[in-house]
């Protein structure tokens, strides 16, 4: 504008489509096979096992060694299905930010920038019919359909008012209204930061942030495999085995909340040395989780170890034993057979830590450089707190600090509490090698620290080495990669993948060679 301010503008649109078929088999007609109820043409209310048209089925390796027990192929293809999946997430942004001078103090001028935003969010899941209905099949899960959508509208401004020569501070406040049961939000910030000559600053903030839940969180629905640990009725060993755990999206969610401070400074004695150090410190309230289904399953073998109605928890299904009404879950007291994980709003959540970053590039012959450079962060804590739990066979509300743990028995993630990468590089005009160790800190396997040969969960430390070069158009580059040199494999977890997916990878060494090329148009 002729008043030296500019208006930006901006319309972007995503969209994200899974497709997806697991071939399966279905949980009816496997029992039916098993009964010798088999089959396409059998009345299994009237049918007699393995007469006409009823088949047996048989699951050992004897139908293939004896052809006298190999199965008929009318029988196996009764009991095949599979699970679809069409997934597709769409996103629609329209932005519009004017910025500018405002007005001029002693230490500047103050500047300004100011805005709105229109958000569409859309989520649509289609699955095959056979998909939607609860416990269809054998050993993978299926879920529900949805076609759901939201529409976010938010302004918001920002100022950075120069305080004084060393001093400027930055303003911000953002509004945003969701509509419907979430609601909207006045979420402000502050921040300064202080030079206190060429080779030193200090910086701080100060905000409240806010975050709805999405679409799925709200109200999609996925069932995973989960390995849970059952005490049988009246009382026993633990047995372990794979159920059905049905994620489920709970629409009663409020946003999660939190208050967010940071200090730091940066040290930059050179062009060739830099050196941030920040502390950070979050406070969540009402933190969106997937409830663990262990500790559900926990707290009924406590409080309900003879399986009665009263005390029954009614996310968890079980099958019936003989004499219990097949109807009613809360009669039935045999083996699990799925558990509901619903989407929850956790109480509290508070934790702190630390980042570090630091670079440093020496000159060395001719042209070349030779670069160190540091990045680690390290957590003080993560404290849990007013969740149930189960500690000394009393069920209780429960204080956790699950910094150091897999932590599966709670809402967090596996924690290491610290992680980092060191870095030496070299380069010259058209060539530049770097070599990365990552390291990532051992912790506790809580799913099995009675356990003593493997309590913890190691520490875990793999090498990259990259290598570029660039061609004298300066418009083309080579590059060859090799990550994880050492091909080393991902410390030991006590679960079907023997290591923990969350934090490791299971990949051994990769190479990689890359071409790329920028063209002019």
């Given amino acids: ?44 209310a009237t049918g007699t096992p393995g007469v006409g048209g009823c088949l047996w089925f048989n699951p050992f390796t004897t139908r293939f060694t004896d052809p006298a027990l190999a199965n008929d192929p009318a029988v196996e293809d009764f009991m095949r299905s599979s699970n679809d999946l069409d997934q597709t997430a769409d996103l629609l ?84 209204d969701y509509g419907g049961s979430i609601g909207d939000t006045l979420d402000p910030k502050l921040a300064v930061l202080w030079d206190v000559n060429d080779m030193l600053s200090f910086r701080g903030s100060v905000s409240t942030t806010f975050h709805a839940p999405s679409l799925h969180q709200r109200f999609n629905q996925e069932t995973n ?53 920040d502390y950070w410190n979050i406070d ?3 933190l969106i989780a997937v409830e663990n289904g262990q500790t559900k399953v926990t707290i009924e073998n406590t409080l309900c170890v003879d399986r009665t109605p009263d005390c029954r928890d009614p996310d968890i299904i079980r099958n019936p034993l003989p004499g219990e009404d097949p109807d009613d879950n809360l009669q039935h007291s045999g083996e699990i057979t799925r558990v509901t994980v619903p989407f929850i709003n956790a109480p509290t959540v508070k934790t702190d830590g630390v980042d570090i970053s630091a670079s440093y590039a020496i000159n060395i012959a001719g042209a070349s450089e030779l670069m160190f450079g540091l990045d680690a962060s390290y957590m003080f804590s993560y404290d849990i707190g007013g969740i149930p739990g189960v500690v000394g066979g009393q069920v209780t509300v429960v204080d956790i600090d699950a910094v150091g743990n897999r932590n599966e028995s709670n809402i967090a993630s596996p924690l290491p509490q610290w992680r980092g990468n060191f870095t030496v590089g070299w380069s010259n005009e058209r060539h ?7 390291h990532i800190d051992d912790y506790t396997d809580d799913k099995t620290a009675a356990q003593t ?66 063209f002019e148009l």
């Fill in 1 to 44: 504008f002729a008043n030296g301010w500019d208006l930006d503008t901006s319309i972007s649109y995503s969209s994200n489509n899974v497709e997806e078929s697991s071939p399966t088999v279905l949980q009816q007609q496997f029992g039916d096979g098993l009964r010798g109820l088999g089959g396409p043409n059998c009345d299994t």
């Fill in 284 to 286: 969540f309230e009402d």
């Fill in 432 to 438: 530049s090698a770097r070599a990365i160790v990552r």
């Fill in 93 to 176: 942004v329209i932005d519009a930010v004017v910025n500018g001078d405002l007005w001029e103090m002693s230490a500047g001028t103050v500047q300004g920038a100011f805005g709105v935003q229109y958000r569409d969010d859309s989520l649509d899941v289609d699955r095959n019919e056979i998909a939607t209905i609860p416990g269809s099949f054998i050993f993978v899960g299926g879920g529900i359909e949805i076609d759901e959508s939201q529409d976010v509208y938010a302004l918001f401004g920002e100022l950075a008012v120069p305080l004084s020569d060393t001093v400027e501070a930055q303003v911000a406040l953002r509004y945003e």
């Fill in 225 to 277: 495999l989960i390995p849970f640990a059952d005490v049988p009725k009246g009382g026993g060993a633990p047995s372990t085995g794979f159920k059905a755990a049905d994620t489920t999206g709970n629409p009663s969610l409020v946003p999660e909340t939190a208050t967010t401070f940071n200090v730091g400074m940066v040290v930059a004695g050179t062009d060739k040395f830099r050196m941030t150090l």
């Fill in 453 to 518: 040969f493997n309590s913890v969960i190691d520490s875990w430390t793999t090498v990259d080495l990259h290598y570029n070069y660039a061609f004298a158009n300066d418009k083309t580059v080579l590059s060859l990669n090799v990550t994880n040199v050492g091909d080393e494999d991902p410390p030991f977890a006590d679960q079907d993948l023997n290591f923990e997916a969350r934090t490791h990878s299971p990949f051994g060494r990769q190479f990689q060679v890359a071409f790329r090329h920028l």
